[in-house]
């Protein structure tokens, strides 16, 4: 079955820089992939997703880019500001059959003022 | 719209005893899961469904039955409950089980002692 592995798993920035994510899977099946922002003690929510037909997506300040052959994808996060603080999620599904997605371990992201 | 709605929010268990974790949505979606999450590993599936009457195991289903007699509904039982299974547990659902973003429900925090 599918395995996400996400780096790094603590990553603080100043505000203002930029932040980058990573993530590998390891299914060449897998086709969607979604990055959730969970704020502490709420849910997560989607903040962008991107398909496997598409090599990069932008909105405003957040893009994400995938490599097919390499099978890897990252969130980018331009100009941070004290609300990205936050852990991220980044998933992966093959979508046979149902949407079954495939979490990595999350990033905990601290903006530093 | 409510979105998904779980109940209830904090619920402590002894080794052994049974309960019910609900969850409903009130945006006609077909897609409808139970996650897991625990410290450092993500959100792990537990079960989905992609419609009334049908019901499928994700990566750690062992533990925990789900029925889905309704569209609106998905509850989550625990069978007997064991310590492995503290956790925090979260509802989503989709529009369809097509790779469609998920909305997640606020959470059930389970501690089984």
């Known amino acids: 079955g599918e395995n996400v592995e996400q780096h790094p798993s603590t990553l603080s920035v100043q505000e203002g820089d930029s932040a980058v994510i990573k993530c590998t899977y390891s299914?060449?099946?897998?086709?969607?992939f979604p990055w959730y922002k969970q704020e502490l003690g709420k849910r997560p929510q989607l903040i962008i997703d991107i398909r496997s037909n598409v090599g990069e997506k932008k909105d405003q300040r957040i893009a994400v880019t995938l490599n097919k052959t390499a099978k890897h994808f990252s969130l980018h996060i331009t100009e941070t500001q004290p609300e990205d603080s936050a852990v991220y999620f980044c998933a992966a599904t093959s979508n046979q059959g149902a949407q079954k997605l495939v979490f990595g371990q999350g990033t905990r992201l601290t903006i530093n003022p | 719209n409510a979105g998904v709605t779980q109940t209830p929010k904090f619920q402590v268990l002894k080794t052994g005893q049974s309960m019910t974790l609900q969850c409903a949505q009130d945006m006609n979606h077909e897609y409808m899961s139970w996650y897991r999450q625990d410290p450092g590993m993500g959100l792990r599936l537990i079960h989905y469904?992609?419609?009334?009457?049908?019901?499928d195991q994700g990566e750690v289903p062992n533990g925990y039955n789900v029925s889905r007699s309704t569209t609106e509904d998905f509850p989550l039982r625990l069978l007997s409950a064991a310590p492995s299974q503290t956790s925090v547990y979260f509802c989503a659902s989709s529009r369809t089980s097509a790779a469609y973003e998920q909305y997640f429900g606020p959470g059930t925090r389970l501690t089984v002692t």
């Open positions: 469904s992609v419609g009334a009457g049908i019901t």
């Open positions: 299914d060449s099946a897998s086709n969607y």
